[in-house]
């Protein structure tokens, strides 16, 4: 596509649930990151992928969080047993290289 | 602990007003960018300064970097409804790391 595209655009889950968000990147982006951004907060670094590895992942709040990319394209970020503090807005960009960021419209997550 | 604090965190001006937005660290950044974010849309840089001291225009926007390369403005002149959003700085750490401002809510009033 043209841009970077998420999915699902909002989420509504009960706590303790498993949650799944994907993020497809624009074609031939080498890098693919994850943000989480809550109500009148700036974005909030949570893992980076270089390729198909996660190049930093410093930023994933705990080990309730995970984030793949097998392929090197698209990536999904795992939720597992959520907490009502996961609610926000999950952001994914990606670039070419090092270069400049290309942000998606995000997931919202909202757990009830 | 925001790193970078962005100030004002609102403001509504008239349509035609100038303003002035600041995003100020006690930490030296390799480069600073700004980026625009409309309701329900991720963030879209809008530029990067890389030099202390540089000064980049974008039609009525103007930033600049400070001379110790830890503060950023962002000035408006002849503010339009259509300049309205959040608008957040983010200082570039490493070649992919950024550390983002709370951002500044922006309203213009036609």
């Known amino acids: 596509g043209a841009g970077v595209s998420q999915t699902p655009s909002n989420k509504v889950t009960e706590k303790g649930k498993y949650v799944e968000l994907r993020c497809d990147p624009i074609s031939g982006h080498t890098a693919l990151y994850w943000y989480r951004q809550s109500l009148g907060q700036g974005p909030e670094f949570l893992i980076y992928?270089?390729?198909?590895?996660?190049a930093d992942d410093s930023g994933l709040p705990n080990d309730r969080f995970f984030a793949v990319r097998p392929e090197g394209s698209v990536s999904t970020l795992k939720i597992q047993r959520t907490e009502r503090g996961d609610s926000a807005v999950y952001l994914c960009a990606s670039s070419w290289g090092v270069g400049e960021l290309f942000f998606g419209e995000g997931s919202r997550l909202t757990v009830l | 602990t925001q790193l970078l604090e962005q100030s004002p965190q609102f403001l509504s001006i008239q349509e035609g007003e100038n303003l002035t937005v600041y995003c100020n660290s006690s930490s030296v950044f390799s480069s600073l960018q700004w980026y625009r974010q409309e309701p329900g849309e991720g963030p879209v840089l809008l530029v990067t300064v890389v030099t202390g001291g540089e000064v980049k225009k974008l039609k009525r926007l103007t930033f600049q970097f400070g001379d110790a390369r830890k503060d950023s403005s962002l000035h408006i002149t002849a503010a339009q409804p259509g300049d309205t959003g959040l608008y957040l700085c983010a200082g570039v750490r490493s070649n992919y790391q950024l550390i983002w401002g709370a951002g500044t809510k922006l309203i213009i009033k036609p």
């Open positions: 992928f270089q390729g198909t590895g996660a």
